[in-house]
């Protein structure tokens, strides 16, 4: 009597007996694998999509910011070098006096007292209610010597100046460049009101890049 057949699927061409059972795995038809393609194509194109999109959200929010909270401004003359040279692009912070107080040493710009037409940029050295003293070209403050690594030996004004009282709501300010700047020690101390804004950042030129208030003027 016949045996029943019992490998009713031939092994692979050259197969031997015995072989893995997974040697027999059939290979998918060709139009399961361009579905599973085309399928990988759909995630790749929907995942750019979502990339774009939200690099677009970014960018939009980022416009925003500049436009509402920052101005970009250009410096005109050397009063404040050589933190900032003549024809300097830097962003000014609109909106942070609103929410902090200004502080010794800030750069602030602020409507020229005597001609509000016209915006000046100058550090801040003098504070409502202080004393503000030079002598031989070092600056005094309620009679303690304040140390200014910002202004060069070589821009240092040897000229004596005050005392004088800075007024409430009011500041004294001075250029970096002593010896060409007209600050406080021409027009008198600025009124808050004056003060519209603090340079944070200089995008121009590329060697000046950089935050305004960690970048030291020597290094410039």
């Given at each position: 009597?016949r045996?029943?057949d019992?490998?009713l699927?031939?092994p692979?061409?050259?197969?031997?007996p015995?072989a893995p059972t997974?040697?027999?795995?059939?290979t998918?038809?060709?139009?399961?694998?361009?579905a599973?393609?085309?399928?990988?194509?759909?995630?790749?194109?929907n995942?750019?999509?979502v990339?774009?999109?939200?690099?677009l959200?970014a960018?939009?929010?980022?416009?925003?910011i500049?436009?509402f909270?920052?101005?970009?401004?250009?410096?005109?003359?050397t009063?404040?070098?050589?933190?900032?040279?003549?024809q300097?692009?830097i962003?000014?912070?609109?909106?942070?006096y609103?929410?902090e107080?200004?502080h010794?040493?800030?750069?602030?710009?602020f409507w020229?007292?005597?001609?509000?037409?016209?915006?000046f940029?100058?550090?801040?050295i003098?504070?409502?209610?202080e004393t503000?003293?030079?002598r031989?070209?070092l600056?005094?403050?309620?009679?303690?010597?304040?140390?200014?690594?910002?202004?060069p030996?070589?821009?240092?004004?040897v000229t004596?100046f005050?005392?004088?009282?800075?007024?409430k709501?009011?500041y004294f300010?001075?250029?970096d460049?002593?010896i060409?700047?007209?600050d406080?020690?021409v027009?008198?101390?600025v009124?808050?009101?004056?003060?519209?804004?603090r340079?944070?950042?200089?995008y121009?030129p590329?060697?000046h890049f950089?935050?305004?208030?960690?970048?030291?003027?020597?290094d410039k």
């Amino acid at each position: 009597m016949r045996k029943p057949d019992e490998n009713l699927i031939a092994p692979p061409t050259g197969g031997l007996p015995g072989a893995p059972t997974s040697s027999l795995v059939p290979t998918p038809p060709p139009q399961e694998a361009s579905a599973s393609q085309a399928n990988s194509h759909h995630v790749l194109r929907n995942e750019i999509r979502v990339w774009t999109r939200d690099l677009l959200i970014a960018i939009g929010l980022a416009l925003v910011i500049i436009v509402f909270l920052y101005q970009p401004v250009k410096v005109e003359g050397t009063s404040m070098a050589p933190l900032l040279s003549d024809q300097e692009r830097i962003f000014i912070n609109k909106f942070v006096y609103r929410f902090e107080d200004i502080h010794r040493g800030d750069v602030v710009v602020f409507w020229y007292p005597l001609d509000r037409s016209k915006s000046f940029i100058k550090r801040v050295i003098g504070l409502p209610g202080e004393t503000v003293d030079i002598r031989h070209g070092l600056l005094y403050v309620n009679g303690q010597e304040i140390p200014e690594p910002y202004v060069p030996p070589q821009y240092t004004d040897v000229t004596d100046f005050g005392p004088v009282k800075v007024p409430k709501d009011s500041y004294f300010v001075m250029g970096d460049h002593r010896i060409s700047s007209n600050d406080s020690r021409v027009f008198g101390p600025v009124a808050s009101q004056f003060i519209y804004g603090r340079a944070v950042f200089a995008y121009w030129p590329v060697d000046h890049f950089g935050s305004l208030s960690t970048t030291e003027a020597n290094d410039k």
